[in-house]
């Protein structure tokens, strides 16, 4: 039996009927198109599923689309405005915080939720941030360096 | 020229991933499209006594149901690389069918693929399929899988013994063995590795009747070598009615360069059900059917004489197949391995043997390394045990026994002893400068001092060297390739002087779409923007061998380099025609033609319009401005550097902790140091998993024991450091660019580096070895062992 | 990864939970942040027919100072939990427990009350609320009882409450000015579950151990209070020789029975225990 839902997503409201088993990921890209969100495990360990749940990150994964009825999302698609770049995004450009770009939405949606919460964060404090996304391309060194210079960029 | 090469330009390709608007295999959506779902084999070995589809075929959404029984008239999946035995017989070789019929040979072999409306109907029918196994006893270790009565993964393949092999002058050896002062001896097992790409492997099969044309979207390293595989040996379609294109590709690490089942499975299916098909896998389907790394069993001998002078190698290897061959395993232990055990020293006698086994686990193939980060592995971990047992420094033993420099030009390049001539080096220049950052004198006072608290800080030394981009072919085919390993171009210059390059080579991570459009601003001396490269599409790129072993800069770059230079000289022609000069009168430099000495000049946009609008244009002339180039090297390229490991080994727990990594590495020119940085530092964090975290268990049974990141640990931001990485540059000097490849020193090299440094660590101890990974658990035994003896 | 098909109800109230749970019974399953009950389900380990979802049920999500005792919504988030103040100054190792559950993401959505009724052997909370002296509060259909942490955990994934029954509040007493408490894990390097995790309370008189309450988890099939360690504690003053001494006592009891797997073996995570008994009381210590 499938359910409806309202939900805002990326600033737009959106209203589906759902089975109830499907998986907020799968709504996001499979319903919505918003193909951004990666599915990287089973296990809700690599966070390539990361997005923004009424301003928490949230393994996408790891929810029902049922479960985001009436909240606030906002995907790795949200993130610019008008055109221009998030400071996030731009430090992973800048510093070279991506090489397949897989990992990358999920890893920028945790930086995201990091600098809201400690604008100056220490090397330290950004990797233990991160440590519920997996990347296996960069050994993590730029995308420490890209939310250090999103920080510095938010933070001016 | 010289503008842009060497530039940290920012990669073009980045705002499409960082925007999360790039297209991975499972983003696409085709009208019409069904989904795939793989049923596979909970035992590593047993008899499919009966399958029963009916109930699985009616169940809600589901359209079609496939068996062995419905495919066992198509091929098996093809081995590109033979190796004989040593007696000259052919590798056993026995078929890899693309769903299982009569016998399962590991946990995950394909067994049904069930086709339907939605992936949530295909994966609920897939429990309605009633199938009845008779478990069988099943062997996973290679050593024990060619003991006398071991099961048998294939009936006709006594002692599951694949072929035997070896490398090197065995009288020779044993020779320098006899007369040695002193003789290490290590046995270990290099451990199986799960590759472990972020992105799950995904492929679409599509059949358009009307056109009678299939297409097959799939996460691959190399689209081309896929379609002929696909074509030429398991379907038996026709090479120019399928297009294979690979998209954005969420990492690969050499899981995906291989051929796999669900490739042809869909593509196979797209036909028989009229629709397209779509599989992506589970991360748990990830964890059995990608080819795994690794996996050697090992005993390795060192020789030396009083001085700490190398005298002899000594190498037998037991290397774990799997349950079928892989595209490329056998070349894995053999020519990616026994060739590379010369390293970067000036060992006189080395001989190696390897057996070859299949087991009853996944297949085993290249990752990221492949056969090098083994070789490197027991050649380190040699020489630091022969420093300690001589009471050498182990910079020191490295200096006394490197190989001096030589440039390949001037000198000439070196011949090992296990067939490889190196191409150019400069070994030493990478320890000096390595020394020199981690500050090493201090660093062992430092070390002493905190051995007087009871604190274990261990520094460990990786010296390596890499084959990159093998090749020549005529060589590699003598070696057992089934497959040339040259790259091609096509460089197409559009009328408006705005150039479109195609590439064979493929990234997934590379950064091809930057790296390959500064070699062509830089040698065209146009904008940067105004290059496009495509790669990934067999419809539009004349043919490629695709990405791995780090090939693509030295071998695709140099095509498309041989490309450009083609387009200069037939540019130069035309430029000469039209300024009514000579052509020796001409000079090219930032993008335009000028006659010497004169401020008469035509710009490259010019003579791009001139080509496509030929009214003012030599005779005889054919019209355009594009070139197709196949690029087959003259040699492989050898990478080099020294990396070093400080770490902290907590006594009480056996955790270890890398507190400083320094790489210096040599890979020759370098076109974007952005891009090589984080090829290193990525290679180092994969290599320091080996070291520390990761291992694939099987149990006697052969399940896979570590068949998900809750098991299967690979590191996180927060295991590891800030890297300080630098280099030497010693070009190549026989492909144009002076290239060698970064892909995977650091991989290769940071395994060992790791683990002598925890060995250093613990050496006051007593400790002489540890096998990895390098868990708290293992390490805090090997200490209370220590203590207790 | 797709659950099996399942009926979805969204419980408005704690009532409306009690009586979809008393109509469906062992058919259904309770879902708050669903971080331990989703991961099974998709990998089909758990296959309810009816999920009833308790997370946006008001009133399930507070932490509020009682006087005596501090109570904490079911619903309460881990994150929530690692970042509340009041917890922090009142009882501070269940933050600190909180603070390393699983990722930053896993504390936006797990829950207190799930985790624990989850009864993971690995997870962190139990040992923590065994530790502070928590009190659980289940409601059924028979109103509201309330269970001593101590009794909560029976077995492998499975606690004291009735499948009818809801778990809505965690009361954990208030230190006192010279109690002091501390969580310590040494995690699993891949799940990041607790191989042994160490929660420790212990109450200062006249410099000498009056109360200790030290518990595990990871080590057993469920978490435990670890009576050796404190009894040899209890009386002495808090020292790094006593703390020593002590900690040698962690895991030896004859009635354990030690988990083992591949990672860690029996006899490495009793020594674990022990060096986490010492890290953890050592903290406490300097904390004083």
Redesign the interface.
């Known amino acids: 039996?499938e359910?409806p839902i309202k939900l805002t997503v990326n600033g737009e409201v959106v209203e589906r009927r759902v089975?109830?088993?499907l998986?907020l990921v799968?709504f996001l890209?499979?319903v919505l198109?918003?193909?951004?969100?990666?599915?990287?495990?089973?296990?809700?360990?690599?966070?390539?599923c990361?997005i923004l749940m009424d301003g928490?990150?949230?393994?996408s994964?790891?929810?029902?689309a049922?479960?985001a009825?009436?909240a606030e999302l906002v995907?790795?698609?949200g993130?610019?405005k008008n055109g221009e770049?998030h400071p996030i995004?731009e430090g992973?450009?800048?510093e070279?915080g991506?090489?397949?770009?897989?990992?990358?939405?999920g890893m920028?949606m945790?930086a995201y939720?990091?600098l809201e919460e400690n604008p100056n964060p220490s090397?330290?404090e950004?990797?233990?941030?991160?440590?519920?996304?997996?990347?296996?391309?960069?050994?993590?060194?730029?995308?420490?360096k890209s939310v250090q210079y999103a920080a510095k960029k938010l933070n001016r | 020229m010289g503008k842009l090469i060497g530039e940290a330009v920012r990669r073009v390709e980045d705002r499409r991933f960082i925007t999360g608007k790039a297209t991975y295999t499972d983003d696409i959506k085709l009208p019409g499209m069904t989904y795939a779902y793989i049923v596979r084999s909970p035992y590593a070995h047993a008899r499919i006594k009966k399958i029963d589809t009916s109930r699985a075929k009616s169940a809600p959404g589901v359209i079609a149901v496939f068996t062995g029984e419905d495919v066992k008239d198509v091929n098996g999946l093809p081995c590109g690389w033979q190796v004989n035995f040593r007696n000259g017989d052919t590798m056993k070789e026995p078929k890899h069918p693309l769903l299982v019929a009569d016998k399962v040979r590991h946990v995950g072999d394909n067994v049904a693929m069930i086709v339907a409306e939605t992936r949530e109907q295909a994966k609920d029918a897939a429990e309605l399929l009633d199938i009845e196994y008779e478990v069988l006893d099943a062997v996973t270790d290679p050593a024990k899988a060619i003991e006398e009565g071991a099961p048998l993964v294939h009936d006709d393949v006594p002692r599951n013994i694949c072929f035997d092999w070896e490398i090197g002058d065995k009288a020779k050896t044993d020779d320098a063995f006899a007369k040695a002062d002193h003789v290490v001896s290590l046995e270990f097992r290099n451990q199986r590795l799960i590759p472990n790409a972020i992105e799950p492997r995904s492929a679409i099969g599509v059949y358009d009747a009307a056109r009678d044309k299939y297409t097959l979207y799939t996460s691959s390293q190399n689209p081309h070598l896929i379609r002929l595989l696909l074509c030429a040996f398991v379907l038996g379609i026709p090479e120019h009615k399928v297009r294979v294109v690979s998209p954005d590709v969420g990492g690969g690490f050499g899981s995906k360069i291989f051929h796999y089942a669900e490739e042809a499975l869909v593509t196979w299916a797209a036909k028989q059900v009229g629709r397209p098909i779509k599989w992506t896998a589970e991360r748990s389907e990830s964890f059995v059917t990608d080819a795994h790394g690794r996996d050697h069993v090992t005993k390795a001998e060192m020789a030396f004489d009083k001085n700490g002078k190398i005298l002899g190698l000594r190498v037998s290897t037991i290397a774990n197949m799997g349950a079928y061959l892989s595209t490329f395993a056998p070349a894995i232990p053999t020519y990616l391995h026994g060739t590379l055990l010369q390293g970067v020293y000036d060992t006189p006698a080395i001989y190696c043997e390897i057996t070859a086994v299949f087991t009853h686990t996944t297949p085993v193939d290249a990752y990221r390394g492949a056969g090098r980060p083994e070789a490197t592995y027991l050649l380190e971990r040699l020489v630091d045990t022969g420093a300690r047992e001589l009471g050498m420094d182990p910079a020191e033993i490295r200096r006394k026994n490197f190989i001096p420099p030589f440039d390949g030009v001037k000198q000439p390049g070196y011949q090992t002893q296990v067939a490889l001539q190196y191409d150019s080096g400069n070994y030493e220049a990478t320890l000096n400068k390595a020394l020199e950052i981690i500050g090493y004198d201090k660093l062992r006072k430092e070390q002493e001092e905190a051995r007087k608290q009871g604190r274990y800080i261990g520094i460990g030394f990786s010296t390596y060297i890499e084959a990159c981009g093998i090749a020549p072919s005529a060589v590699v085919g003598a070696l057992g390739a089934r497959a040339g390993l040259y790259e091609s171009s096509i460089v197409r210059v559009q009328p408006t002087g705005k150039v479109t390059v195609y590439t064979g080579s493929h990234a997934h991570g590379q950064g091809h779409e930057t790296t390959f459009a500064q070699i062509v601003a830089d040698t065209l001396g146009i904008p940067l923007e105004d290059v496009e490269v495509v790669h990934g599409d067999t419809d539009a790129i004349p043919f490629g061998m695709g990405t791995y072993g780090s090939r693509s800069l030295a071998v695709g770059g140099s095509a498309l380099r041989k490309g450009l230079d083609k387009v200069i000289e037939k540019g130069t022609k035309i430029a000469a025609h039209l300024l009514e000069a000579a052509e020796e009168d001409l000079e090219f430099a930032n993008g335009e033609w000028k006659v010497k000495g004169t401020d008469k000049k035509i710009t490259f946009g010019e003579v791009a319009l001139a080509a496509y609008v030929p009214h003012n244009f030599p005779e005889g002339m054919e019209p355009g401005l594009e070139f197709s180039t196949f690029y087959d090297p003259a040699n492989f390229t050898f990478p080099f550097g020294t990396h070093i490991a400080v770490v902290e080994v907590d006594p009480e727990t056996g955790k270890v902790t890398l507190k400083r990594y320094v790489a210096v590495d040599d890979v020759g020119t370098v076109i974007n140091p952005l891009i090589v940085d984080g090829q290193v530092h990525g290679g180092i964090a994969q290599g320091i998993g080996q070291a520390l975290l990761e291992e694939a268990v099987y149990d006697e049974n052969g399940e896979l024991l570590s068949s998900s990141f809750l098991e299967y640990a690979i590191p996180r931001a927060d295991d590891l450091v800030s890297f300080e990485v630098d280099r030497t540059v010693t070009p190549c000097p026989h492909n144009p660019l002076g290239v060698k490849g970064a892909g995977e020193t650091g991989t290769i090299a940071s395994t060992a580096a790791v683990v002598n440094a925890v060995v250093d660590a613990l050496a006051p101890l007593g400790i002489k070895d540890l096998q990895m990974p390098l868990t708290p658990r293992r390490v805090w035994e090997a200490i209370q062992q220590a203590k207790a003896s | 990864m797709y659950p099996a098909p399942f009926e979805y109800h969204r419980a408005r109230s704690v009532d409306e939970a009690i009586s979809l749970l008393s109509q469906y019974g062992s058919d259904a399953k309770l879902i708050a942040g669903g971080h331990s009950l989703l991961p099974m389900m998709k990998l089909r380990l758990a296959t309810p027919a009816h999920l009833i979802d308790i997370r946006t049920i008001d009133g399930l999500q507070y932490i509020e100072d009682k006087g005596d005792y501090i109570a904490i919504g079911a619903g309460t988030s881990h994150a929530a939990i690692e970042k509340s103040d009041l917890l922090k100054q009142k009882m501070p190792l269940l933050p600190q427990a909180a603070a390393v559950i699983g990722d930053p993401q896993v504390r936006n959505m797990g829950t207190i009350g799930g985790s624990l009724a989850h009864a993971d052997p690995a997870a962190d909370y139990p040992a923590a609320v065994l530790a502070a002296g928590a009190q659980l509060v289940a409601v059924g259909e028979d109103g509201e009882r309330v269970i001593p942490a101590e009794e909560f955990f029976v077995e492998l994934f499975q606690t004291d409450l009735d499948e009818r029954e809801i778990l809505t509040e965690i009361r954990v007493p208030v230190i006192s000015g010279n109690t002091r408490g501390a969580y310590l894990k040494f995690p699993h390097p891949a799940s990041r579950f607790a191989i042994v995790g160490c929660a420790a309370l212990v109450t200062l008189e006249n410099n000498v151990c009056s109360d200790v309450r030290v518990a595990f988890t990871g080590v057993a099939s469920t978490a435990f209070r670890d009576s050796g360690v404190e009894d040899a504690l209890r009386g002495q003053p808090l020292n790094e020789s006593t703390i020593q001494k002590a900690a040698e006592q962690a895991a030896e009891s004859d009635e354990l029975e030690i988990m083992e797997d591949n990672f860690a073996s029996e006899d490495y995570r009793r020594h674990l225990a022990k060096v986490y008994a010492k890290r953890t009381l050592m903290q406490i210590a300097s904390a004083f």
């Open positions: 039996m359910i089975e109830p088993r998986l799968n890209r499979d198109g918003l193909t951004g969100t990666h599915v990287g495990c089973d296990t809700s360990s690599c966070g390539a990361t928490k990150a949230v393994k994964c790891t929810l029902l049922v479960q009825d009436g995907t790795v698609e993130l610019a770049l995004q992973f450009w800048q070279h991506l090489q397949c770009g897989f990992c990358t939405p920028i945790a939720q990091l090397e330290e950004i990797r233990h941030a991160l440590e519920g996304n997996y990347c296996r391309c960069t050994g993590y060194h730029n995308i420490v």
